[in-house]
Nanobody, 124 residues
């Protein structure tokens, strides 16, 4: 099992940036694949970004492509989401999640472990 803890959320003006961090503890960091999701009030949880096992391939939702960057630091057991050019529609609770290999990276149901979430609010 792994435990995930997100941090770095907050209030930012449109056009600004935030970097979310997801600290991972428990099982070996390399056993899992990592993703970020978000959920706005009244909406379903949606895929934001994911990493392949090697960390060399990244996947993004069309709505964030070119603005968000997912990465990881194996030495620190941490996954990051760099968010630039933020828009009011990016406002949501952001979750870090872990899946086992070969699972669909974009489906929340494929992820076995989740953090508690961190609130991101973008003002216009």
């Amino acid at each position: 099992q792994v435990q995930l803890g997100e941090s770095g959320g907050g209030l930012v003006q449109a056009g600004g940036s935030l970097r979310l961090s997801c600290a991972v503890s428990g099982d070996s960091f390399s056993m899992y694949r990592w993703g970020w999701f978000r959920q706005a009030p009244g909406k379903e949880r949606e895929f934001v970004a994911a990493l392949s096992g090697s960390g060399l391939t990244t996947y993004y939702a069309d709505s964030v492509k070119g603005r968000f960057t997912i990465s990881r630091d194996n030495a620190k057991n941490t996954v990051y989401l760099q968010m630039d050019s933020l828009k009011p529609e990016d406002t949501a609770v952001y979750y870090c999640a872990a899946r086992v290999p070969l699972r669909n990276y974009a489906r929340p149901a494929e992820y076995a472990y989740w953090g508690q979430g961190t609130q991101v609010t973008v003002s216009s």
